[in-house]
């Protein structure tokens, strides 16, 4: 049940840290090098649901300060059930495969939808 709520509150959290580490970005504002953080998380987010489309939850954070070396993305898909953790990790590495050439490194989290709720 906690995980569920902090899934629901998820975007809202996403949306605040966002503001706030690139605030006026979003409008169009903002340097270029932070244009550019927040537009790459949203471009390995788009990535993803394009390639994955029965994600029932994505999330992907810069974790490296905001130099977009180095991101965190957690993905709960449809296409995860019956595969061990290692191919569901592949499936994400090989959609990502050349946003992930240009970084420094990427932590994964996958989830099967409901597998927290059993």
Known sequence: MFRNLVK????FRNQLLW???????ADGGGSAYERNCAS????????LKRSLPGITYV????????CGAMFEVN???KEFIGLSR????????ET???EIAEMH?????TAVPGAADK
């Not at 629901?8 to 975007?11: A, K, M, R, S, Y």
């Not at 503001?19 to 970005?25: F, P, T, Y």
């Not at 999330?59 to 905001?66: A, T």
């Not at 490194?105 to 989290?109: K, P, Q, T």
Request: no cysteine; hydrophobic share 35%; proline share 2%.
């Open 59 to 66: 999330s992907v954070e810069d974790i490296s300060g905001g």
């Open 40 to 47: 790459k998380e949203q471009q390995l987010s788009q990535t």
């Open 105 to 109: 490194g990427i932590r994964i989290h």
């Open 86 to 93: 290692v191919k569901q990790h592949r499936l994400v590495t």
């Open 8 to 11: 629901i509150l998820e975007p």
């Open 19 to 25: 503001r706030a580490r690139v605030g006026s970005a």
């Open 96 to 98: 990502l495969k050349s």
């Open 75 to 77: 993905v709960e898909a």
